[in-house]
DNA sequence: TATCTATTATATGGATACAGATAAAATCAA
DNA sequence: TTGATTTTATCTGTATCCATATAATAGATA
């Protein structure tokens, strides 16, 4: 449909994503126009996309900047997502089907291969792929898409710090747990655990900010 | 800061919300661009914008179009609805102020007076300045972000039909003992009964879409 | 030497111009 | 008369140009 100013915003979405590009990194519509030798125009609907989805912030006449969270802020989006991630347990539990599950087990298993391993970059991966076979097992767009855009928004902090390592084993067990209970249709059961699960992470917010600067 | 395309989101919002622009109506950006007296410039950004917030949604080559939802896609949405603004309440009781319990009794105190006068639009917007109220006092940004935007999206197919009219004493019931809940302290509480609260009005999605057309 | 003001440079916001793609309409053939 | 093909008109997407606002720097004055 726009194929360039799409382009540039899945790109940039990644850079993001993936830390190429760190919070509060400037971005200037003249150099990314250059850099990917369009004019300026696709990038300027780039940036206001991404300025609109709230990955990118403008200072007045000094460009974008990838938007840095503030704790209060990371804590907020921990709370909605930690609920959130409860309601998917409940409806994926409601809803289960036999393919759904499948992914789902496959994600558990590969959180805990990562785990026993100690190999962080693969578990964190690996809990990606757990916590969105959820996702999808509830058929909910909607919550699917507020999922992703969280997701999307926590991960540049989520570059784990070592101090977690310890916990992997620990979260894969809790992985299992809920596995068991969406797989039990355990609903309320399911939906607490992954709260907790949830929260678990919410406490590490200073530690993940501390981490990232 | 972007003055003209800001302008003509809100005001395009408005429209929308509003229901001077209603689902299926065609925005053509050299129409809007004349209507508005300027250029296409801030027009294209502003329909994108909306666009990516998923109020309209492109057809190719036949412009910009108010997004009809689906009964699919409002039963998800008010299912996220639903449990958010449990969370809400949960938030809401734990973190109570003064001046917050204030704002959430003046709502329900409007909403009880509409109620009783059978006052169906009265009842409407105090029905929202309720729901905000209690938003607000959970002091999460983006929790309060999230409902504001699930508000836009829903807000079109509220027009009530007659068959609510007579459940007007009963919601404001309902609002009366959510209240209480959080008034309590009683953060689970709160939640179920919001939650529970919100369901029925899920419940009528069928008859919303009914009535919209 | 420090602070305030003025000027200059630069980056964003808006207008206009242009090209490409698609849908609709018209014409021709069966 | 209907269907298919071609042509035309229009709408979107991209590029460039211009104006304005702001920030930075330099100079002057206290």
């Known amino acids: ?116 391993r100690e190999d962080v970059t693969a578990y964190a991966s690996a809990n990606l792929q757990f916590h969105r076979a959820i996702h999808r097992a509830t058929g909910n767009a909607w919550l699917i898409e507020q999922l992703a855009e969280i997701e999307t928004r926590v991960n540049p902090y989520r570059s784990m710090p070592y101090s977690i390592r310890g916990r992997l084993p620990q979260s894969a067990k809790e992985h299992a747990d809920i596995l068991q209970a969406i797989s039990n249709g355990d609903g309320t059961d399911a939906a607490r655990l992954m709260r907790d699960h949830m929260m678990l992470q919410g406490k590490r917010v200073p530690l993940l900010l501390q981490h990232i600067e």
């Open 1 to 116: 449909m726009n194929r360039v100013a799409d382009r540039l915003i899945e790109t940039l979405k990644q850079e993001i994503h993936t830390g190429v590009l760190k919070p509060g990194d400037q971005l200037e519509e003249a150099t990314l126009a250059q850099r990917f030798a369009v004019s300026r125009t696709p990038v300027r609907e780039a940036v206001r996309s991404l300025v609109d989805s709230g990955l990118l912030e403008t200072r007045s006449r000094k460009g974008a900047f990838v938007r840095a969270l503030s704790a209060k802020e990371l804590i907020d989006l921990f709370e909605v997502a930690a609920e959130l991630e409860g309601l998917a347990c409940r409806l994926a539990s409601e809803r289960l089907t036999e393919q759904s599950r499948e992914l789902i087990v496959l994600g558990m298993e590969t959180c805990a291969d990562a785990a026993e």
